[in-house]
């Protein structure tokens, strides 16, 4: 299991708590939005608490997790479908392939966000927001909360080639966004 | 240092920028124990329905489960062999097992998960 996988005694509680920070920074930078971060959150919390609570802490990680990469596909879907349904940019054909791969978040690429912050830790947000999400959501598993390739290719529902490939180009573009701020 | 040497030195400040990173405001942190405790609520009536179905016993409530599960079993064996009546097809009766199985719907869908899961405890332990 992962680097911060719950011991055996812990209270969901406990675990939600520990969990909870981490979760919704990476909601955010899904979504880009506080409250539909909150949203995404509260939805995977009520979920694993209704259906896995019975289950042993150590597994409470790698589900809570698969519900919460579950929960921002589900969102990405939702807002490409209303993108679809208001139409105003005159596309109404589907993307081939999987749109999951190639969507990058904009925000924070405009001018205003791209004045020199001069501090790592906001730079690396901006460079992870500008990342595809499954590059992004795979880079914040590995990278932050210690996942292997295995665990987190079950908590994203993709193939470990896939982690190796999204991770290794996560790291590679966020060095290179990140290259003036090398120490 | 090699280039793996550098990407986990950079991977190793990024995580570190990460845990360290903005706190969040009061009004979040807020919100987001609001939905904890909703949701610790909700796995204690989950298991206060759990227990009420069973009697606050759990033998009751495996007695219960084994008690549908023998049921489902007599209904696949009735539908499969009684004369008259064409055999059931193998996928029916995995969906008369899944209907009348304790574990909901949920569970099977994630089944591979859990399939894994068991593995890798096998590995772990």
Known sequence: MGAKAPRSGETLDGFLAGAERRAFRMARLATGSREEALDVVQDAMLALARRYADREPAEWGPLFHRILQSRIRDWYRRQQVRRR????????QDEPGDPLEAVADERGAGPAGEHAQGRFAEALERALRRLPLRQQQVFLLRAWEGLDVAETARAMGISEGSVKTHYSRAVHALREQLEEHAP | MNRNEDNAAFVERTRQALEQGAPLDAETADRLRQARRRAVRAAGRRAWR????????????????????????ALVAVLLWHPGHRPVPPARAVDLELLTSKNSLEFYRDLDFYEWLQENRKRAG
Do not use: D, I, Q
């Open chain 1, 85 to 92: 349904v208001f139409g105003w940019l005159g596309t109404t």
């Open chain 2, 50 to 73: 759990a227990g009420l179905l069973s009697g606050g016993h759990p033998r009751l409530a495996g007695a219960a489960a084994g008690g549908l599960a023998l049921a489902g079993a």
